[in-house]
């Protein structure tokens, strides 16, 4: 993209603020600069943040329901996925999914609780539960 080109059109998502993005200059080297987004960005992004709370509505459902441990509302409410959150906590992708089971996540100990309040930002008393 031209330097000339960088789209200036006031993304919403950005809350008035603005990103780097590369561009080429006049003379075709790559250089940084602000761009305050555009369009296309705006929709996509709102499409995407759209989704994961459709993902937190309806693990906090299955919660109710007992079908999966409040780990899965937790996790979608930060925007995380199974990947980010065993990257995040340090336990191994399997281990996340086994503990999304209310089973298996009402056996974890205090350790473990506290390794994944850590990673999702929350107490340990809010992990166990969901908000009504």
């Not at 459902?61 to 899965?72: I, M, N, T």
């Amino acid at each position: 993209m031209d330097l000339v080109d960088v789209p200036q059109e006031r993304n919403s998502t950005l809350d008035g603020q603005r990103k780097v993005v590369y561009a080429k200059d006049a003379q075709g080297r790559l250089c940084i600069t602000a761009s305050s987004g555009w369009e296309v960005e705006e929709i996509v992004t709102t499409q995407a943040l759209d989704h994961l709370n459709q993902l937190s509505l309806q693990a906090k459902k299955d919660v109710k329901q007992g079908l999966v441990s409040p780990l899965a509302y937790w996790m979608h409410t930060q925007r995380m996925d199974e990947a980010l959150l065993a990257q995040s906590s340090g336990f191994w992708r399997w281990q996340v999914r086994r503990h999304l089971l209310p089973k298996h996540f009402q056996q974890l100990s205090d350790e473990k609780l506290a390794r994944y309040a850590q990673a999702l930002g929350l107490s340990i008393q809010t992990l166990q539960s969901v908000p009504a």
